[in-house]
């Protein structure tokens, strides 16, 4: 069963950065456009940002201009720079397709910001 595996997640201090990376194997074919989630406690999964084959990237309100996506060299893997990060960005961050979701959902890679 096809997984994204997510990791790069931890405890941070509000102002700190964090990177996230995704990895996706065992597919035989390249995701055009991948997107990074977010699942807080008690809330809806959303849209965190999104990347095309051709890097045009979008981002949430929220986000844009803390957190760029960019994707990896290799095949199927797509990362996060998370900078002045906030207490409102404590989630469990998943990757998958964007704008659908295309793969079943990895376990994510929560990250906590708190002082």
């Known amino acids: 069963q096809v997984q994204p595996v997510e990791s790069g997640g931890g405890l941070v201090q509000p102002g700190g950065s964090l990177r996230l990376s995704c990895a996706v194997s065992?597919?035989?074919?390249?995701?055009?456009?991948m997107g990074w989630y977010r699942q807080a406690p008690g809330k809806q999964r959303e849209l965190v940002a999104g990347i095309t084959s051709s890097g045009t990237s979008d981002y949430a309100d929220s986000v844009r201009g803390r957190f760029t996506i960019s994707r990896g060299n290799t095949k199927n893997m797509v990362y996060l720079q998370m900078n002045n990060l906030k207490p409102e960005d404590t989630a469990v961050y998943y990757c998958n397709g964007y704008p659908s979701v295309i793969l079943n959902w990895g376990q994510g890679t929560q990250v906590t910001v708190s002082s």
């Open positions: 065992g597919l035989i074919f390249s995701i055009n456009t």
